[in-house]
């Protein structure tokens, strides 16, 4: 598989993470390619602080590493695929500051670059919180493949930020162009969102849930997680691991019923991590608890786990695939303990 990008700078070796020999998908796609060309070609300047948000692997901040961008995104595995990348293209390492979408955003931002994410929860909630440190000379570009952006998408650029039209397509992406208004009004950050479990669902029946935007079903329970609920294991206290635990309500649920469980939040969403641990201290529940950020189980002690819940993703950023339900899966073979469970 062709693993380079063709950038107007000169070619870039990049990769996903965790590096895969099987993995077919690349790095970089055609929006990314076209926000680069734009930038190039109409010599936009990149001398002040540049912002760039939602960048699926690093794709773009490698390319602008030249500029010291500053890389806002939810994904810890986007944030170690850019230092991966960043270390292929002989960078420096501080060459790129790593934010997360749950850090204080820089207090000016010259030229903020927007690939644009899948929900459009999480680009409301980006956009509010960069708002502040716009000015009527940030140069706001977004990019993404054309079935990606939608009506939806360009109002809530130009009801948070300002007058917004769109480029013609080309390779089947297309470019945002946003003019920021220091005088808009704007609307109060409506996230993150709280609500109540209905009845009949087990141990978290009436309880509350916090979603950090971006987190799956913000807004109610899906109709998996319920059914998961429903069929959850006996209480038998130990190690029990929630892996890609969303906004915590499995791993929640089995605290809630078993006090003396000794619970741990993975999920590889800054943002999933934050609600996770947001929707355990909503319902004090007591026993012990710990709420990680990371690839799965790496860094998780083979047998040193008795139970393992797991409600697998079937994607990779916007790409439909099994591979992180298989490394899921496997991870939870590793450091499930003798007679442990999945």
């Not at 680009?123 to 493949?145: I, K, N, W």
């Not at 004090?284 to 786990?305: L, N, Q």
């Not at 695939?321 to 442990?340: I, K, Q, S, Y």
Request: hydrophobic residues 40%; negative net charge.
């Amino acid at each position: 598989m062709n693993d380079r990008m063709t950038t107007p700078w000169g070619e870039l070796a990049l990769t996903r993470f965790p590096e895969d020999p099987r993995e077919r998908l690349r790095a970089w796609d055609a929006a990314d390619e076209y926000l680069l060309r734009h930038l190039a070609e109409q010599e936009i300047p990149l001398s002040g602080t540049v912002v760039v948000l939602g960048d699926r692997w690093g794709a773009l901040a490698t390319a602008l590493a030249a500029h010291r961008p500053v890389q806002i995104t939810d994904s810890y595995l986007a944030q170690e695929a850019t230092r991966a990348n960043l270390h292929r293209a002989g960078a420096e390492p501080g060459a790129v500051r790593l934010l997360t979408t749950q850090d204080p955003p820089p207090d000016r931002v010259d030229v903020l670059l927007v690939r644009v994410p899948k929900s459009l929860a999480l680009l409301e909630d980006q956009l509010l919180r960069l708002a502040p440190a716009m000015h009527e000379g940030t140069v706001v570009v977004g990019t993404g493949m054309v079935k990606e952006i939608h009506t939806s998408t360009l109002l809530l650029f130009e009801r948070i930020l300002g007058p917004t039209r769109t480029s013609l397509a080309e390779k089947k992406a297309r470019l945002i162009f946003c003019t920021p208004d220091p005088w808009l009004e704007r609307p109060a950050n409506p996230w993150p969102y709280t609500y109540a479990l209905p009845d009949g669902i087990g141990p978290v029946s009436g309880r509350t849930v916090v979603n950090h935007a971006g987190v799956f079903c913000a807004d109610r329970l899906d109709i998996g997680t319920r059914f998961f609920l429903a069929h959850l294991p006996p209480a038998h206290g130990g190690r029990v691991m929630d892996l890609g635990c969303g906004n915590g309500v499995v791993g929640t649920a089995v605290a809630v019923a078993d006090p003396a469980a000794d619970v741990l939040f993975v999920d590889e969403s800054f943002q999933a991590v934050a609600s996770a641990e947001a929707t355990y201290k909503a319902n004090g529940v007591p026993g012990h608890a710990e709420f990680r950020v990371g690839d799965g189980t790496a860094g998780v002690p083979a047998g040193s786990v008795d139970l393992v819940l797991n409600n697998p993703p079937f994607h990779s950023q916007q790409a439909t695939t099994d591979a992180t339900a298989w490394r899921m899966f496997t991870g939870a073979r590793r450091v499930l303990r003798p007679g442990g469970e999945l």
